[in-house]
C-alpha cells in the first residue's frame, strides 16, 4: 500500500522558513506526481504546489509565488517543499499527496485536492511570536 509520510512542521516565527518533507514508502516517489496542500480547520484544502514526473513540471499556487520551492530527491524517495517568510495565516496543517503518472505519460501535476489518490496524514505549522 503507497504511505506517504510528512515531516518538518513545527512553530516557526513570523518571517521565518521551514523545509517540509515528503517520504515514500513501498513506491518509487519518481513515479508520482506529487503535490503539496495546506489546511486550516473549518477551511477547505488548499493547493500549494506540485512536481509532475518525468520533466519534473513544478506549479505553485499564484499567491504562494516567490515563497515556495518545491524539488525532488530521488535518492531519498522524498519531495520537499521549502517556504520561506511565513505568515501567521500560513499557520495549518500541511499535507503532500501523489499520483501514479509514469515518467512517459506526459501527465501534468495540478493543484486540485482531485488530482490525487494517496495523501499523508499532515505535518502541522505553526507560525506565531
Known amino acids: 500500500q503507497v504511505q506517504l509520510v510528512e515531516s518538518g512542521g513545527g512553530l516557526v516565527q513570523p518571517g521565518g522558513s521551514l523545509r517540509l518533507s515528503c517520504v515514500a514508502s513501498?513506491?518509487?516517489?519518481?513515479?508520482?506526481?506529487i503535490g503539496w496542500f495546506r489546511q486550516v480547520p473549518g477551511k477547505e484544502r488548499e493547493g500549494l504546489s506540485c512536481?509532475?514526473?518525468?520533466?519534473?513540471?513544478?506549479d505553485y499556487a499564484d499567491w504562494m509565488k516567490g515563497r515556495l520551492t518545491i524539488s525532488r530527491d530521488n535518492a531519498k524517495n522524498t519531495v520537499l517543499l521549502q517556504m520561506n517568510s511565513l505568515q501567521p495565516e500560513d499557520t495549518a496543517i500541511y499535507s503532500c499527496?501523489?499520483?501514479?503518472?509514469?515518467?512517459?505519460?506526459?501527465?501534468?501535476?495540478?493543484?486540485?485536492?482531485?488530482?490525487?489518490?494517496?495523501w499523508g496524514q499532515g505535518t502541522q505549522v505553526t507560525v506565531s511570536s
Open positions: 499527496a501523489a499520483t501514479y503518472s509514469p515518467k512517459d505519460s506526459g501527465y501534468e501535476c495540478n493543484l486540485s485536492i482531485f488530482g490525487y489518490d494517496y
Open positions: 513501498r513506491f518509487t516517489l519518481d513515479d508520482y506526481a
Open positions: 512536481i509532475s514526473s518525468g520533466d519534473g513540471r513544478i
